[in-house]
């Protein structure tokens, strides 16, 4: 079974903070994803990476950077964290070239931006 | 304009009602279609997939792809309190890509 895990559920910082979100997957998949849920905008793409070291933006990349050093490690990182990036992340990864396209999400964390 | 729309919801069945869920879409490339599942205060799972046009069908789950209409469906037959969920379709135009493009989810209820 495939295995996506996120470093915390439930986060709580301040505005301004600088905030790392982590993921690791265990199936030694290409491409790893970073992605924010809201209500009403569903999910949106916010970087992800075909190969280690490298990185592509999504759709929604500004105020936030990654880190990709080893294949199974996905890091989002928050500069300087703002009350409107209060949200769901969520972490995804799949296999580059494979049959299907799915997609394996984390559990995602929750943040909240005081 | 969003690549992929999905029909808002919420929606609310009874116990054993038909479910048909909906999304289209406007770009002509996508080739690789996908139902997600989630349940309240998880990740995605994948439901079903299916590659270009046609049915395939899981147990009491029916999806189906009409590239000619740009327009995909998930049905669900014999509804549970169990399928409760949100369902997100999503597609993409290749593997090598690793890219889908999500809808935005349609939220369903199904009450005892």
């Known amino acids: 079974d495939v295995k996506v895990t996120q470093s915390s559920r439930y986060l709580v910082k301040r505005t301004g903070e600088k905030v790392f979100l982590e993921c690791v997957q265990d199936?030694?998949?290409?491409?790893m994803f970073w992605y924010r849920q809201d209500p009403g905008l569903g999910l949106r793409l916010i970087y992800f990476?075909?190969?280690?070291?490298?990185?592509e933006k999504g759709d929604i990349p500004e105020g936030y950077s990654v880190s990709r050093e080893k294949k199974e490690r996905f890091s989002l990182i928050l500069e300087s964290a703002s009350t409107n990036q209060t949200s769901m992340y969520l972490c995804?990864?799949?296999?580059?070239?494979?049959?299907?396209?799915?997609?394996?999400f984390g559990p995602g964390t929750r943040l909240t931006v005081l | 304009q969003k690549e992929v729309e999905q029909d808002p919801g919420p929606l609310s069945v009874p116990e054993g009602a038909i479910v048909s869920l909906n999304c289209t879409y406007s770009?002509?490339?996508?080739?690789?279609f996908m139902w997600y599942r989630q349940y309240s205060r998880k990740g995605p799972e994948l439901l079903m997939y299916?590659?270009?046009?046609g049915n395939k069908e899981d147990g009491r789950f029916t999806a189906q792809v009409d590239k000619s209409s740009k327009y995909i469906s998930l049905f669900i037959r014999d509804s549970q309190p169990s399928d409760s969920a949100t369902y997100l379709c999503?597609?993409?135009?290749?593997?090598?890509?690793?890219?889908?493009?999500f809808g935005d989810g349609t939220t369903l209820t199904v009450k005892p």
């Open positions: 199936m030694d998949h290409e491409n």
């Open positions: 995804a990864s799949s296999v580059r070239g494979g049959s299907t396209d799915t997609q394996y």
């Open positions: 990476s075909y190969d280690v070291k490298m990185k």
């Open positions: 999503a597609m993409s135009r290749n593997t090598n890509a690793g890219k889908s493009t």
């Open positions: 770009n002509s490339a996508f080739q690789y």
């Open positions: 299916t590659y270009s046009s």
